[in-house]
């Protein structure tokens, strides 16, 4: 027979065990509203949840070096989970997405020519030294010759949701932003998009990596497992990223 002690300690610990765990997702900005759809997916399925935690790879990464309580990574650069996998900081890397760039200019503004005809007016970015997408800008405006006197004046956010917040507030006309910008039905109704072609920047390989700290986690390893899947995949691919091997 259990002791009263004990046998009120399991009615204490049972609905705790049974609502499962939590992994906190450190997740880049570009990647938010679609993350949010498979942590959705993932809850529905199983019994662990997801928190997420969004800003630019950058700054993610400088906040992991420096023991923020994150279980997964999932940047929007290879080179950073790389280098955590080499630190001894996360294990398990593998690219999640593919992303793409696209020119959205404000309905009535879109430039003749497109991108390289662009001479005027001020185009939204993310922070280059920060966000992946913000150096794959970059590039593009170098390789279409888009340098010096002929650059537009260029607007930086921190990270892509800053650059497509200038967007949506009006303050800028034109963005090189990620194709995910699609998933946003008010904006798109505002504007329009012209695809990049990829061959103008280095690919924007994104890639996850499963933290120290969420190698402990339930939740965290099973999401980490979940990215990996058809259906996670389906619906990556649905928001406007490119397919991966």
């Given at each position: 027979?259990?002791?009263?002690?004990?046998?009120?300690?399991?009615?204490?610990?049972?609905?705790?065990?049974?609502?499962?765990?939590?992994?906190?997702?450190a997740v880049a900005a570009n990647f938010v509203a679609?993350?949010?759809?498979?942590?959705?997916?993932?809850?529905?399925?199983?019994?662990?949840?997801?928190?997420?935690?969004?800003?630019?790879?950058?700054?993610?990464?400088?906040?992991?070096?420096?023991?923020?309580?994150?279980?997964?990574?999932?940047?929007?650069?290879?080179?950073?989970?790389?280098?955590?996998?080499?630190?001894?900081?996360?294990?398990?890397r593998f690219t999640y997405a593919v992303g793409r760039?696209?020119?959205?200019?404000?309905n009535g503004t879109a430039p003749e020519g497109g991108?390289?005809?662009?001479?005027?007016?001020?185009?939204?970015?993310?922070?280059?030294?920060?966000?992946?997408?913000?150096?794959?800008?970059?590039?593009?405006?170098?390789?279409?010759?888009?340098?010096?006197?002929?650059?537009?004046?260029?607007?930086?956010?921190?990270?892509?949701?800053?650059?497509?917040?200038?967007?949506?507030?009006?303050?800028?006309?034109?963005?090189?932003?990620?194709?995910?910008?699609?998933?946003?039905?008010?904006?798109?109704?505002?504007?329009?998009?012209?695809?990049?072609?990829?061959?103008?920047?280095?690919?924007?390989?994104?890639?996850?990596?499963?933290?120290?700290?969420?190698?402990?986690?339930?939740?965290?390893?099973?999401?980490?497992?979940?990215?990996?899947?058809?259906?996670?995949?389906?619906?990556?691919?649905?928001?406007?990223?490119?397919?991966?091997?």
């Amino acid at each position: 027979m259990l002791r009263p002690l004990l046998l009120a300690a399991l009615l204490v610990l049972s609905p705790a065990a049974a609502r499962g765990e939590t992994a906190t997702v450190a997740v880049a900005a570009n990647f938010v509203a679609t993350l949010e759809r498979l942590a959705e997916r993932f809850a529905a399925d199983g019994e662990h949840d997801i928190r997420i935690v969004s800003g630019s790879t950058g700054k993610l990464y400088t906040q992991i070096v420096h023991g923020a309580p994150f279980d997964l990574f999932l940047a929007a650069d290879a080179a950073r989970p790389e280098r955590l996998v080499a630190e001894g900081r996360g294990t398990g890397r593998f690219t999640y997405a593919v992303g793409r760039l696209v020119l959205w200019s404000r309905n009535g503004t879109a430039p003749e020519g497109g991108l390289a005809g662009m001479r005027a007016g001020r185009l939204a970015i993310a922070n280059p030294d920060l966000a992946p997408y913000g150096a794959a800008a970059m590039e593009t405006l170098d390789h279409l010759g888009l340098t010096g006197e002929a650059r537009p004046a260029l607007v930086m956010g921190e990270n892509v949701a800053q650059a497509i917040a200038m967007l949506a507030t009006g303050n800028v006309d034109h963005g090189l932003v990620p194709l995910s910008i699609r998933t946003s039905g008010a904006l798109m109704a505002a504007g329009t998009i012209e695809a990049i072609p990829a061959a103008t920047h280095a690919p924007i390989r994104q890639d996850a990596v499963l933290l120290a700290r969420g190698r402990e986690n339930p939740a965290a390893v099973a999401f980490h497992a979940f990215l990996t899947s058809d259906a996670a995949r389906a619906l990556i691919v649905a928001d406007g990223y490119a397919p991966w091997e």
